[in-house]
């Protein structure tokens, strides 16, 4: 049987032909000029079918062989027809939104670092220079030595100090002497003296004015009004006379001058305060009327000064300079002076340049006495006087204060033993001029 001939267009084993026309074309003529007759598929010659139905256009048929075969495949189907590929949709352009939807996170955590690193650092700022501003100003305090000859009462538990406001007219010019009506006296004597105990052991803090005319032993001077002992020796003797008529170790000493004293009032803005009565005092040169007000430096310091119209006199006005120096605390303390960065910087300047403080005298001894000091205008702290027995007691020294012993004993050695006194002991208090 002869065979059929070889076909050069056959592909070896496992090859395909793709049969592909011009589309609603005509077949290319042949060089004679007649149309070129169409290609019989090689599946359909393979079958023995001679001339078959051409394919329609685009159409292709798979030729596919056995591997290893040596003979056509017969039988097997042509691949279906495949509908007409869609051109791929166009492409959209690259776009950043997933990476920027992805990077937001990062950015607001970033953000978010930024802005509490840049709060952390205006807090730390703030906290440095709310420590920095009184350790500058402490830098400028005067220094003076307080600290006696010879033997002192034992030291005990809990801090004591004495805080003096001296009437020295030292380093005050006419006008400012004018302006404050000190008048022109020399020498230094106490207007202010006051013991206050700080308790180690849970007790409130406590503040007790010892009067200034209080008639009492003076180491080498014989008996005296209290304040003597400062013209006579200054803050040496008048420490060694406090301690030898309480029995308490002295930790420390502050004073405040009556220059210094009226700076500070006018660097918080004024003190506000309730004066109990119409008060007029020329000598004081306040004229002030009755009734809750903000008073200023020359009037605070009038007032606090103010002795000879009060009816009761030393006594009265001691208790008047308590509720001051626990007013001006408070008013210290507040955000209109702490949150302001010049009202705060200014206080301690002004504060520093009116103190003096004894040579063994630290910054934390001087915290304690303001901290004291603002405990008892909140009503967190006592405000007592030395017990007295008479207010007019005639001395060769003219009329004095004279103390009662025992119940003043009895206060004084609470306050050495660092026992709560929590209720005044009796006779150790005054009627207190209105709250502020």
């Given at each position: 049987?002869?065979t059929?001939?070889e076909?050069?267009r056959?592909?070896?084993?496992d090859?395909?032909?793709v ?8 077949a ?14 090689p ?6 079918q ?7 256009d685009?159409?292709y048929?798979?030729?596919t062989?056995s591997?290893?075969s ?19 949709p166009?492409?959209?352009p690259?776009?950043?939104d997933?990476e ?6 990062r950015?607001?955590l ?9 709060v952390?650092l205006?807090l730390?700022?703030w ?6 501003v009184?350790?500058n100003?402490w830098n400028?305090?005067?220094r003076?030595?307080?600290?006696p000859a010879?033997?002192?009462?034992a030291?005990t ?10 009437d020295?007219?030292?380093?005050l ?6 302006a404050?009506?000190?008048?022109s006296?020399?020498?230094k004597?106490?207007d202010?003296i006051m013991l206050?105990?700080v ?14 005319d209080s008639y009492?032993?003076?180491?080498g001077h014989?008996?005296?009004?209290i304040?003597?002992?400062?013209s006579?020796?200054g803050p040496?003797l008048l420490t060694?006379t406090v301690?030898n008529v309480?029995?308490?170790?002295l930790d420390?000493y502050?004073e405040i001058?009556?220059?210094?004293f009226?700076?500070?009032?006018d660097?918080?803005g ?5 004066v ?8 004081a040169g306040?004229d002030l009327?009755k009734?809750c007000?903000?008073l200023?430096g ?9 002795r000879y119209?009060?009816?009761l006199?030393?006594i ?5 300079q308590?509720?001051f120096?626990?007013a ?5 303390a507040?955000?209109?002076t702490v949150?302001?960065p010049w009202?705060y ?8 340049g009116g103190l ?7 910054l ?6 303001l ?5 008892v205008?909140?009503d967190q702290g006592l ?8 207010l007019a ?5 003219g009329l004095?204060?004279?103390?009662d012993?025992?119940?003043a004993?009895?206060l004084?050695?609470a306050?050495?033993?660092?026992d ?7 006779g150790?208090?005054?009627k207190e001029?209105?709250?502020s």
């Amino acid at each position: 049987m002869p065979t059929e001939p070889e076909n050069p267009r056959e592909r070896p084993d496992d090859a395909y032909t793709v049969d592909t026309r011009r589309r609603r074309g005509r077949a290319p003529a042949s060089r004679s000029g007649s149309p070129a007759p169409r290609a019989t598929p090689p599946a359909a010659r393979r079958a023995g079918q001679g001339s078959a139905e051409p394919a329609s256009d685009d159409a292709y048929t798979v030729d596919t062989r056995s591997r290893g075969s040596n003979g056509p495949t017969a039988g097997l189907p042509g691949r279906p027809k495949q509908p007409p590929r869609q051109p791929a949709p166009a492409q959209r352009p690259h776009s950043n939104d997933a990476e920027t939807e992805a990077g937001a996170p990062r950015r607001r955590l970033r953000k978010g670092r930024l802005i509490a690193l840049v709060v952390g650092l205006v807090l730390l700022s703030w906290i440095v220079f709310l420590v920095w501003v009184p350790f500058n100003a402490w830098n400028s305090v005067g220094r003076v030595d307080n600290i006696p000859a010879g033997e002192r009462p034992a030291d005990t538990t809990g801090h004591n100090y004495l805080l003096v406001g001296s009437d020295s007219r030292e380093g005050l010019t006419a006008e400012q002497k004018k302006a404050l009506a000190t008048g022109s006296a020399e020498g230094k004597r106490t207007d202010t003296i006051m013991l206050v105990h700080v308790s180690e052991s849970g007790g409130k803090p406590v503040m007790v004015s010892i009067p200034r005319d209080s008639y009492v032993p003076i180491p080498g001077h014989r008996s005296n009004k209290i304040n003597a002992a400062y013209s006579f020796g200054g803050p040496k003797l008048l420490t060694e006379t406090v301690e030898n008529v309480t029995g308490i170790h002295l930790d420390g000493y502050v004073e405040i001058g009556l220059g210094g004293f009226a700076s500070v009032v006018d660097s918080v803005g004024g003190v506000h305060l309730c004066v109990p009565r119409h008060m007029v005092d020329k000598k004081a040169g306040i004229d002030l009327q009755k009734g809750c007000q903000t008073l200023d430096g020359p009037d605070a310091l009038g007032y606090v000064r103010s002795r000879y119209e009060d009816p009761l006199g030393d006594i009265g006005r001691a208790a008047r300079q308590r509720q001051f120096l626990g007013a001006l605390m408070k008013q210290a303390a507040t955000p209109s002076t702490v949150l302001l960065p010049w009202r705060y910087k200014s206080f301690a300047d002004a504060a520093a340049g009116g103190l003096t403080v004894g040579t063994e005298t630290g910054l934390m001894d001087a915290v304690r006495v303001l901290q004291a000091m603002r405990s008892v205008s909140n009503d967190q702290g006592l405000s007592l006087s030395v017990p007295t027995s008479d207010l007019a007691y005639r001395t060769s020294n003219g009329l004095a204060v004279k103390w009662d012993t025992e119940r003043a004993k009895a206060l004084f050695s609470a306050i050495k033993n660092d026992d709560p006194l929590d209720t005044a002991p009796a006779g150790s208090t005054v009627k207190e001029v209105g709250n502020s």
